[in-house]
């Protein structure tokens, strides 16, 4: 784990540190399964598939009736090479045996889900980061049925695919781990431990994953709401701390003690508890907003705000998302003028923001921009009427609800959910809507018009999204393409012609706001009209769009045809030839603005990438 935080560091001597320990651990454990199996990482893998081939080839011969005894004498010798080709000369106890696939399944497992220039980085130093590979050898663990890496491998499966409907179309998810298996498990480790509220949240997620949002967001309050702990750790720790010290003052023995050490050690798991009470409110609110009760979602993600610290100003952001689709316009103004002061604190205490909040914070200044030039304008039409001189003052970019909902072209709270979640889990009435009113603002907008290219583009990508979720791929990929073609034409217009106004920064957070910080944001507004993350993801739903017609499709070279044009577009993103050249370093850049949408892209295509390789070998 302290190898995987130093990869957290922006640098490269953390980065090779990381690295090191990472491929100490990798060879350690790679050792151990060659002595435990006799086989090596890469060709396991081929070998199981192999054996498993021959088991249910042996079982067909057991069920099928007798024909003759030659045949039978032929069928037993068969079998013999079968059960003596697993190279294990000497018998292992399963908890070891457990321990080695469950460690080496999750290390392989965490570098399958690095972003590619660390993935490459490591597959120098000789890692094998095989996403299926991990997760056979993280189910075979769970098979084996120990008492302690048993309930951890489950834990991982379970933990790994339900977050995959935050990354994956429902309709693409691995055939290796589907949700019948995924129920199984979930019912077998809650009925061995009925009271852990882990198990609780994991059945959440996967009861939204089924699509019976209702009953997810029920089992999630039920899960914050079992064992709760009202008192702070902290306090409780002070308590039994001034206990522990008194008891050895006056020399108690052990049998004294140990009651006190107990409430020692339940501070760990009442600890514990808040955190994963504070994840179950976090995948609460997110089902609230899937189910449409907007008010309810922003009183959720407030109360969490409360609760943990982890990034108060994204929760912040979150809950105001709330509030402006529950159409409370002036609420949600003052609201969202209070994130950029929250982020100004941690700036001040030499914090750097994490990209979630770095996507809210670029979101607010957009419209801080738009509102400056709006104000300019009327007040650039207004003075020659009245005398008066223009004023720069900052007062005029203070948001409100008029104001929010001229600046805020793209629905807040519909783009939050589509890069954070997908569109998967919103209602059918929803997307209507959401259909309609995206229409409205375009044809507002103009067809033609070279003005708010990157809310276009977000528009024009939202409403594909929409229009493939309502079965209707054509004007679905329409919408991808004219996305493409808007990043085209309005980058060759804005390079010329943007003259953007940035809002203006107080002197106190001019001196605390930090270097690279000040000049990114500056880039982005720079580059306002011209650039956004609609690009790279109208290039990932396209190639979603290829995927899905895979299963429709039964010959194989119709297949390997569509799901080589899917993966032209996946090569895309990261190619220079897929866009412009004049935009590619920009693009490629990837503006700190837009980390968190570009990570969640990145395992987006890893998983749709692999999803095209099992499609097209099945």
Same mark, same amino acid.
């Given at each position: ?13 953390? $980065? ?125 663990? $769970? ?17 790994? $695919? ?431 603005? $837009? ?24």
């Amino acid at each position: 784990m302290s190898a995987t935080l130093q990869f957290l560091s922006n640098r490269w001597v953390d $980065y090779m540190r990381g690295a090191y320990k990472l491929r100490k651990t990798y060879k350690k454990y790679e050792q151990l399964f060659e002595w435990i199996t006799g086989e090596s990482t890469a060709d396991y893998p081929h070998l199981a598939r192999r054996r498993k081939r021959a088991k249910t080839s042996i079982r067909k011969k057991k069920h099928a009736p007798p024909a003759a005894t030659c045949s039978s004498s032929t069928s037993s010798s068969s079998s013999q090479p079968s059960t003596q080709h697993h190279p294990r000369s000497f018998p292992s106890p399963w908890s070891v045996k457990g321990g080695i696939f469950f460690g080496l399944g999750l290390l392989i497992l965490i570098f399958s889900l690095l972003p590619p220039k660390l993935a490459k980085l490591l597959n120098t130093f000789g890692f094998y980061a095989s996403r299926p590979f991990a997760l056979q050898l993280l189910q075979e663990a $769970y098979h084996l049925n120990d008492e302690l890496y048993s309930p951890l491998s489950a834990m991982a499966l379970l933990a790994y $695919y339900t977050s995959l409907s935050s990354f994956i179309h429902p309709q693409l998810l691995p055939s290796s781990f589907n949700l019948a298996k995924a129920r199984a498990v979930v019912d077998a480790t809650k009925a061995k431990f009925p009271q852990g509220k882990i198990w609780k949240l994991l059945e959440g997620k996967l009861c939204r994953m089924e699509g019976d949002l209702a009953k997810s967001v029920q089992v999630l309050r039920d899960c914050r709401r079992r064992n709760s702990v009202c008192t702070s750790v902290w306090q409780l720790n002070q308590k039994y701390q001034k206990q522990y010290d008194a008891l050895i003052a006056k020399g108690a023995n052990k049998d004294v003690l140990s009651p006190c050490l107990q409430q020692f050690q339940s501070l760990v798991v009442s600890e514990l508890s808040l955190q994963i009470s504070a994840l179950s409110v976090y995948e609460m609110g997110w089902g609230q907003i899937f189910l449409g009760d907007y008010f309810q979602a922003s009183e959720t993600f407030f109360r969490l705000e409360s609760m943990n610290n982890w990034s108060r100003a994204f929760y912040h952001y979150i809950a105001t998302c709330c509030l402006y689709g529950d159409e409370e316009y002036d609420k949600a103004a003052l609201d969202f003028m209070q994130i950029p002061k929250l982020l100004a604190r941690r700036r001040r205490h030499g914090s750097r923001l994490m990209p979630n909040e770095q996507f809210a914070d670029h979101v607010i200044r957009q419209w801080l921009v738009q509102a400056a030039i709006s104000s300019a304008t009327a007040t650039a039409t207004v003075a020659p009427m009245t005398g008066r001189k223009p004023s720069s003052s900052s007062s005029s970019l203070v948001l409100t609800g008029a104001s929010l909902q001229k600046v805020a072209l793209v629905h807040p709270l519909w783009e939050l959910i589509y890069v954070w979640h997908g569109l998967y889990h919103v209602s059918p009435s929803m997307l209507a809507t959401m259909q309609v009113e995206l229409q409205k603002t375009l044809d507002t907008l103009g067809k033609w018009s070279t003005a708010y290219c990157s809310e276009r583009a977000r528009l024009y990508l939202l409403l594909g999204v929409v229009q493939r979720e309502c079965g209707d791929d054509d004007h679905a990929e329409t919408c991808f393409k004219r996305v493409l073609m808007l990043k085209k034409v309005c980058h060759l217009h804005h390079r010329h012609n943007d003259h953007p106004i940035q809002p203006p920064v107080s002197q106190q957070d001019q001196q605390h706001q930090p270097m690279h910080e000040s000049a990114s944001s500056a880039n982005a507004s720079t580059l306002m009209g011209a650039v956004s993350w609609a690009g790279p993801y109208a290039l990932y739903e396209l190639a979603l769009l290829k995927a899905l017609q895979l299963e429709k499709v039964s010959t194989i070279e119709k297949k390997r045809h569509i799901a080589r044009e899917a993966k032209d577009y996946l090569h895309k993103i990261d190619s220079p030839h897929g866009l412009d050249a004049i935009s590619h370093d920009e693009w490629m850049a990837k503006d700190i603005s $837009y980390e968190a949408a570009y990570m969640l892209l990145h395992v987006r295509c890893q998983l749709l990438a692999e999803k095209l390789d099992e499609l097209v070998d099945a």
